[in-house]
């Protein structure tokens, strides 16, 4: 089983500034890494899959990078709405998620 | 608009049996590959099965040969048998599509609740 592992758990963060979450996979994935958000009593919603690419409706301050071990999901500038749970995932053998980082209001 | 809305969930002893259902809309089941995932309370997610568009069904070890998942296309429908549940199967049970050209999961329902307790 691939391991997700994402950094840090919690991350405090003022509106207007960038956060900037990592995932680590415990073996090479490729770009088969999804990103979504998650906010209380909601289902998940798809942010970014092929390790970069925004589904649809995304706004552009979300952004993904990385490929094969390490990942990146960057919100360019917060907004109130993206304070949310957030959780990698990988597709390239199965499905597994990262444990999810929060980020929450400094 | 595609929808996709499960049922079936609730309180059930330990050692017992529920069915969830997803019912889907604004696309065919049969043409996608649907996933279930579940979240127990304050947790992340947990990937539990899938069902290819040709038909073939896969389960996470933690479920597999307890747990049956299955598609009614006439009525669009995609089922969850759950046996012999456990208290560790406590869960959001979601279903979930997978996107066209991706295994991302690209539309989620709002979920079902699984309790098992005595």
């Known amino acids: 089983e691939i391991v997700m592992t994402q950094s840090p758990a919690t991350l405090s963060v003022s509106p207007g500034e960038r956060a900037t979450l990592s995932c680590r996979a415990s073996?090479?994935?490729?770009?088969?890494l999804a990103w979504y958000q998650q906010k209380p009593g909601q289902a998940p919603r798809l942010l970014i899959y092929?390790?970069?690419t925004r589904a649809t409706g995304i706004p552009a301050r979300f952004s993904g990078s990385g490929s094969a071990t390490e990942f990146t999901l960057t919100i360019s500038s917060l907004q109130s709405e993206d304070f949310a749970i957030y959780y990698c995932?990988?597709?390239?053998?199965?499905?597994?998620f990262g444990q999810g980082t929060k980020v929450e209001i400094k | 608009e595609v929808q996709l809305v499960e049922s079936g969930g609730g309180l059930i002893q330990p050692g017992g049996s529920l069915r969830l259902s997803c019912a889907a809309s604004?696309?065919?089941?049969?043409?996608?590959?649907i996933n279930w995932v579940r979240q127990a309370p304050g947790k992340g997610l947990e990937w539990v099965s899938v069902?290819?568009?040709?038909?073939?069904?896969y389960y996470a070890d933690s479920v597999k040969g307890r747990f049956t998942i299955s598609r009614d296309n006439s009525k669009n429908t995609l089922d969850l048998q759950m046996n012999t549940l456990r208290a560790e199967d406590t869960a959001m049970y979601y279903c979930?599509?997978?996107?066209?050209?991706?295994?991302?999961?690209?539309?989620w329902g709002q979920g079902t609740l699984v309790t098992v307790s005595s």
């Open positions: 979930a599509k997978s996107a066209g050209g991706s295994y991302a999961f690209d539309y």
């Open positions: 604004g696309f065919t089941v049969s043409s996608n590959n």
């Open positions: 069902i290819y568009s040709g038909g073939s069904t």
């Open positions: 073996q090479s994935v490729s770009s088969n």
């Open positions: 092929g390790a970069s």
């Open positions: 995932q990988q597709y390239h053998n199965w499905w597994t």
